[in-house]
């Protein structure tokens, strides 16, 4: 078996390893073990136990403990409970397994300041996991299995086949258990690793082989597609991500590859699937400001200039009315500088500048209203609001997050945007204050 730790582990790296205690896993330990003799890496053996098997589980965790004991690593135990996890969030037992391993191993990285935290995955589970994403009807994407390296998660053994790790155990006495739920078939990977696989095989020997290849073909492929994406279709902006109006125009496999890598920027990719991609695109056809709810709390939204998805949490509750006055304001998403200038020479872009003595003394800082009728500047007449955000281009969405100084009914600034010429500076004008918008942890 021929495993390359060299391309995983550089000088001084700060290792975490799962260990099950089953063929793979202990392999895995074993050969970093060894490699360590001659290299500089911290390592730190992690077991689970999810708290399914009582017992047998307990004896695992001791096999594990003893094995890292005796060869002088740091072994650390983390307890979760996948039944309960389960039931509380209508998640198959299988993948709240999944889901509480990784957060355990994640948490132990941070804990010991790791960088690296390596997996056993073999050849046949990288197999099985493209089996069971084409079977669900997966993309030329979700059909390239698993990577080698994806983020901190590193599977070293991910081309060694289950016979090699055998092989290997034997030849250097490596004790390891074998979990008793491997035979319940009620599992998804155990029925194909049990039953689906073997009958396969059958037929065509190096079944498994095979996909594993065809997943490096198709990896190749998708590699390719994504790397001819225009870069300036999407961009992050107020929270979320904006995909451009031009993105409609593109082949339906590069805009689904676009939709994707905007879902991905929200750190959101979990349970999306081609419906909701579909879903999106749809959305081109819709007229503006229309939206559609997405898992995870994310809603896409129509803009007259594109699709913007965000992560929404629940209804916002009203930032209320602030008297306007010199000073710093925290108002909704927005923080708010108010302060005396000088005589100005130069408008600052970004910045609004008006004549204190023409602001009237019941003036408030408040979300937009309606029946709001607003004289922009340089402009002849008066306008509803709604009128001005629509000329604007400012999605409606946005308007509640808009900050306006007004008098009544009477917007003499729309914060961030145009000031009315009520409040405008002139020859006679003897004090200036001078605005600044800006959003609370803007990316």
Same mark, same amino acid.
Request: proline share 2%; net charge neutral; aromatic share 8%.
């Given at each position: +078996?021929?495993?390359?730790?060299?391309?995983?582990?550089?000088?001084?790296?700060?290792?975490?390893?799962?260990?099950?205690?089953?063929?793979?896993?202990?392999?895995?330990?074993?050969?970093?073990?060894?490699?360590?003799?001659?290299?500089?890496?911290?390592?730190?053996?992690?077991?689970?136990?999810?708290?399914? &098997?009582?017992?047998?589980?307990?004896?695992?965790?001791?096999?594990?403990?003893?094995?890292? +004991?005796?060869?002088?690593? %740091?072994?650390?135990?983390?307890?979760?409970?996948?039944?309960?996890?389960?039931?509380?969030?209508?998640?198959?037992?299988?993948?709240?397994?999944?889901?509480? &391993?990784?957060?355990?191993?994640?948490?132990?990285?941070?804990?010991?300041?790791?960088?690296?935290?390596?997996?056993?995955?073999?050849?046949?589970?990288?197999?099985?996991?493209?089996? +069971?994403?084409?079977?669900?009807?997966?993309?030329?994407?979700?059909?390239?299995?698993?990577?080698?390296? &994806?983020?901190?998660?590193?599977?070293?053994?991910?081309?060694?086949? &289950?016979?090699?790790?055998?092989?290997?155990?034997?030849?250097?006495?490596?004790?390891? #258990?074998? $979990?008793?739920?491997?035979?319940?078939?009620?599992?998804?990977? !155990?029925?194909?690793?049990?039953?689906?696989?073997?009958?396969?095989?059958?037929?065509?020997?190096?079944?498994?082989?095979?996909?594993? !290849?065809?997943?490096?073909?198709?990896? %190749?492929?998708? $590699?390719?597609?994504?790397?001819?994406?225009?870069?300036?279709?999407?961009?992050?902006?107020?929270?979320?991500?904006?995909?451009?109006? !031009?993105?409609?125009?593109?082949?339906?496999?590069?805009?689904?590859?676009?939709?994707?890598?905007?879902?991905?920027?929200?750190?959101?990719?979990?349970?999306?699937?081609?419906?909701?991609?579909?879903?999106?695109?749809?959305?081109? !056809?819709?007229?503006?400001?229309?939206?559609?709810?997405?898992?995870?709390?994310?809603?896409?939204?129509?803009?007259?200039?594109?699709?913007?998805?965000?992560?929404?949490?629940?209804?916002?509750?009203?930032?209320?009315? %602030?008297?306007?006055? *010199?000073?710093?304001?925290?108002?909704?998403?927005?923080?708010?500088?108010? %302060?005396?200038?000088?005589?100005?020479?130069?408008?600052?872009?970004?910045?609004?500048?008006?004549?204190?003595?023409?602001?009237?003394? $019941?003036?408030?800082?408040?979300?937009?209203? #309606?029946?709001?009728?607003?004289?922009?500047?340089?402009?002849?007449?008066?306008?509803?609001?709604? $009128?001005?955000?629509?000329?604007?281009?400012?999605?409606?969405?946005?308007?509640?997050?808009?900050?306006?100084?007004?008098?009544?009914?009477?917007?003499?600034?729309? *914060?961030?945007?145009?000031?009315?010429?009520?409040?405008?500076?002139?020859?006679?004008?003897?004090?200036?204050?001078?605005?600044?918008?800006?959003?609370?942890?803007?990316?």
């Amino acid at each position: +078996m021929k495993v390359q730790l060299e391309k995983f582990i550089e000088e001084n790296d700060n290792v975490i390893v799962g260990v099950s205690g089953g063929a793979d896993s202990m392999c895995l330990l074993s050969l970093l073990l060894s490699y360590k003799k001659s290299h500089n890496f911290q390592l730190t053996v992690v077991h689970v136990n999810h708290g399914i &098997r009582g017992e047998e589980a307990r004896k695992d965790a001791e096999l594990v403990r003893a094995f890292a +004991m005796k060869s002088g690593v %740091e072994f650390v135990l983390k307890n979760v409970d996948a039944p309960s996890y389960a039931k509380q969030t209508a998640k198959s037992l299988e993948e709240a397994c999944r889901e509480l &391993r990784y957060e355990a191993l994640s948490e132990v990285k941070r804990e010991k300041g790791a960088n690296k935290i390596f997996i056993a995955h073999n050849l046949c589970d990288q197999a099985e996991t493209i089996f +069971m994403h084409i079977a669900r009807g997966s993309s030329l994407s979700g059909a390239t299995g698993m990577d080698e390296v &994806r983020s901190d998660i590193y599977r070293p053994l991910l081309f060694s086949s &289950r016979e090699e790790i055998l092989d290997y155990n034997k030849k250097h006495g490596i004790e390891f #258990v074998t $979990d008793s739920t491997n035979l319940d078939s009620s599992y998804t990977r !155990n029925f194909l690793r049990n039953e689906v696989f073997p009958l396969i095989k059958t037929k065509y020997a190096n079944f498994e082989g095979a996909l594993v !290849n065809f997943a490096k073909l198709c990896k %190749e492929d998708e $590699d390719y597609i994504v790397s001819t994406l225009p870069k300036d279709l999407l961009k992050k902006q107020n929270g979320g991500v904006k995909i451009d109006e !031009n993105a409609k125009f593109l082949h339906d496999a590069l805009l689904s590859r676009l939709i994707k890598n905007a879902i991905n920027a929200l750190e959101e990719y979990k349970d999306f699937n081609e419906v909701h991609i579909e879903s999106i695109k749809l959305l081109y !056809n819709k007229k503006s400001s229309s939206e559609i709810s997405l898992p995870h709390g994310v809603k896409a939204f129509r803009d007259s200039d594109g699709i913007f998805l965000k992560k929404c949490g629940g209804e916002k509750e009203p930032a209320g009315e %602030e008297k306007f006055s *010199l000073g710093d304001f925290v108002f909704g998403e927005n923080h708010i500088t108010i %302060e005396k200038t000088r005589a100005v020479s130069e408008f600052e872009k970004g910045k609004l500048y008006v004549d204190l003595a023409k602001i009237p003394s $019941d003036a408030v800082l408040r979300a937009p209203k #309606v029946g709001d009728i607003f004289s922009k500047l340089g402009a002849s007449g008066k306008k509803k609001l709604g $009128d001005y955000f629509t000329d604007k281009k400012i999605p409606l969405r946005e308007r509640q997050d808009v900050v306006v100084l007004a008098s009544g009914s009477v917007v003499l600034a729309v *914060l961030g945007h145009d000031i009315s010429g009520s409040v405008k500076i002139d020859q006679n004008t003897k004090d200036i204050a001078v605005i600044l918008t800006g959003k609370i942890n803007e990316k």
